[in-house]
């Protein structure tokens, strides 16, 4: 199965360099539109509710301190690890939602009840490493 990284990869390299919240938030509604479509996780790397948002920890890892990142920021990551019907699905997300600035799509998910739920009564700025369960997401989106 593909990781974070591999789709963080592949999705810069279809757009070029972005901010590090604007991947977030893309990965993030790559995995679930993937479990809508497709029946089936992108990705096993959990997924948190932070307080701007959806984050994928071991995404953050890499890009700490970082305001852009681009596939360098990546390295070890594969895009040949993700199928083609996979990749499919990203492009799809993509050509939805790569036009939209990171602070948008952050307000979006804020709209969402799989962030919100996983939030629960927490403060919009207080830290959360809540994960955003992958049920909630399939829940959610597939009734959209």
């Not at 701007?52 to 071991?58: A, F, I, L, R, T």
């Not at 602070?103 to 629960?120: D, F, N, V």
């Not at 909630?136 to 989106?141: C, D, L, Q, T, V």
Request: charged share 25%; hydrophobic share 40%.
């Amino acid at each position: 199965m593909a990781r974070a990284v591999d789709v963080a990869k592949y999705i810069l390299s279809k757009t070029g360099e972005m901010t590090a919240m604007k991947l977030q938030k893309l990965v993030y509604y790559s995995q679930a539109w993937s479990l809508v479509w497709d029946e089936s996780p992108l990705f096993e790397d959990d997924i948190q509710a932070w307080a701007n948002g959806p984050v994928v920890q071991v995404l953050y890892d890499y890009h700490k301190g970082q305001f852009k990142v681009n596939e360098d920021t990546f390295f070890d990551g594969d895009v040949d690890a993700l199928t083609p019907n996979q990749k499919d699905s990203v492009e799809k997300v993509l050509e939805v939602l790569q036009n939209k600035s990171g602070q948008w799509l952050s307000e979006l998910t804020h709209m969402e009840s799989p962030w919100k739920e996983a939030r629960g009564n927490l403060k919009p700025t207080e830290r959360c490493s809540e994960v955003i369960p992958l049920a909630a997401m399939h829940e959610y989106y597939s009734s959209l």
